[in-house]
């Protein structure tokens, strides 16, 4: 069997600036609110703060938990101080140019960064979750760029992929090796390219991060809130609050944590759907999609087999870069035969860009 060949996938718009890529800045649009989570979690644990000061709790105990609720302050501090400059220097670059694909040599990784040769420069950019991004950048052999600006900083975009990756240029290191390289696709099974098999294990690991940290912030209120009111007293009204407001905060923590549960849970089987058979070609039609605020939401379309049949799908839980694909080249690849009612893996074959589908029968067209 031949191996598949690598999938078309979107590349950046070079006809405006690099902001305006719909793309480039739907994410940054996400990643802007992103931010605001620090923010609001510093807000409330001043807030905290303050009211175990009025009250007076001095016991070693919550003066511990209290310590801990600061370090947590200091921490998300430390990020928005480190990041956020960074974000806005990036918006600065991609308001001031455009897109422009730049043949790359990759030169080597580090423990968070791969370094590349660009234009007779080294640039070193953050890698990504499951520490793909050099993958990508050796198998293409290219990077979209804006910059560097006079003070070394860049910004690149990996074919098929929406986020924005802030670099610098540096001084080459000595010693660098370069990685190894990988075939492009596979011959076999959807699973068999060794990055798309990484992508989706790093996705199903990445579950448990989505699913338990509605009941870890639970267990901290409540370890704060039950201590206070140890401390005070069933009998004060300080008491009783706290211990109303630990009563009231675990049904919907709880309630939380299933919904995360149910949304999230399928991607466990994210690398099991990819051996379900080879990569198949399909046409696509997707209907208006709006991402959440995490970035994610279900999305409807309609897909032609090969066959000339055409099912109406749902994609569970679609990102932007699987939907920014979609709409830009107007195709997709499944692994194996869709069966009704049953998942089925989606994505483009050589590339970490992943997504779950599923039809029925009867479902309404789009």
């Known amino acids: 069997m031949q191996p598949i060949p690598p999938a078309v996938v979107a590349h950046p718009v070079t006809d405006r600036p690099a902001i305006e890529d719909p793309r480039a800045a739907a994410v940054q649009t996400y990643l802007r609110n992103l931010l605001?989570?620090?923010?609001?979690?510093?807000?409330?644990?001043?807030?905290?703060?303050?009211?175990?000061?009025?009250?007076?709790?001095?016991?070693e105990a919550l003066q511990v938990v209290l310590g801990l609720?600061?370090?947590?302050?200091?921490?998300?501090?430390?990020?928005?101080?480190?990041?956020?400059?960074?974000?806005?220097?990036?918006?600065?670059l991609m308001r001031a140019e455009?897109?422009?694909?730049?043949?790359?040599?990759?030169?080597?990784?580090?423990?968070?960064?791969?370094?590349?040769?660009?234009?007779?420069?080294?640039?070193?950019?953050?890698?990504?979750?499951?520490?793909?991004?050099?993958?990508?950048?050796?198998?293409t052999g290219r990077l979209w760029l804006v910059?560097?600006?006079?003070?070394?900083?860049?910004?690149?975009?990996?074919?098929?992929?929406?986020?924005?990756?802030?670099?610098r240029r540096v001084e080459r290191p000595a010693g660098l090796t370069p990685p190894a390289a990988e075939s492009f696709g596979?011959?076999?099974?959807?699973?068999?390219?060794?990055?798309v098999a990484a992508w989706a294990e790093m996705s199903s690991r990445a579950v448990r991060y989505r699913v338990w940290p509605h009941l870890g912030a639970f267990a901290f209120v409540a370890l704060l809130f039950l201590g206070a009111w140890l401390t005070q007293g069933a009998e004060t009204i300080f008491g009783v609050v706290c211990l109303v407001a630990v009563v009231a905060f675990f049904p919907i923590q709880l309630r939380r944590h299933n919904a995360a549960k149910r949304r999230y849970q399928p991607w466990t089987r994210l690398p099991e759907l990819l051996r379900a058979g080879p990569w198949q070609p399909v046409g696509i039609s997707l209907a208006?999609?709006?991402?959440?605020?995490?970035?994610?939401?279900?999305?409807?379309?309609?897909?032609?087999?090969?066959?000339?049949?055409?099912?109406?799908?749902?994609?569970?839980?679609?990102?932007?870069?699987?939907?920014?694909?979609?709409?830009?080249?107007?195709?997709?690849w499944i692994a194996g035969d869709p069966v009704p009612g049953k998942l089925f893996a989606v994505g483009y074959p050589g590339f970490p860009i992943l997504g779950l589908a599923t039809f029925e029968p009867g479902m309404r067209p789009v």
């Not at 989570?37 to 009250?55: E, S, Y």
């Not at 580090?110 to 953050?126: K, N």
């Not at 279900?298 to 994609?315: C, F, K, M, S, Y």
């Open 36 to 59: 605001i989570t620090p923010v609001l979690v510093i807000v409330l644990a001043g807030a905290v703060w303050l009211l175990f000061t009025v009250v007076d709790l001095r016991t």
């Open 69 to 92: 609720l600061l370090l947590l302050v200091v921490l998300l501090l430390g990020m928005l101080i480190r990041y956020g400059p960074v974000m806005r220097g990036s918006r600065d």
């Open 98 to 139: 455009r897109w422009r694909p730049v043949p790359v040599t990759v030169l080597g990784v580090t423990a968070r960064h791969f370094l590349v040769e660009a234009d007779g420069a080294c640039l070193r950019f953050p890698e990504v979750r499951g520490r793909v991004a050099h993958r990508v950048a050796q198998r």
């Open 147 to 167: 910059g560097p600006s006079s003070a070394g900083a860049v910004v690149a975009m990996l074919d098929g992929f929406g986020v924005p990756l802030s670099g």
């Open 186 to 195: 596979s011959a076999g099974v959807a699973g068999d390219d060794p990055l």
């Open 288 to 332: 208006p999609w709006q991402p959440g605020r995490d970035g994610h939401a279900n999305a409807h379309g309609v897909i032609r087999l090969v066959n000339g049949t055409d099912l109406n799908i749902q994609l569970r839980d679609a990102n932007l870069d699987l939907v920014g694909n979609i709409q830009q080249v107007q195709g997709l």
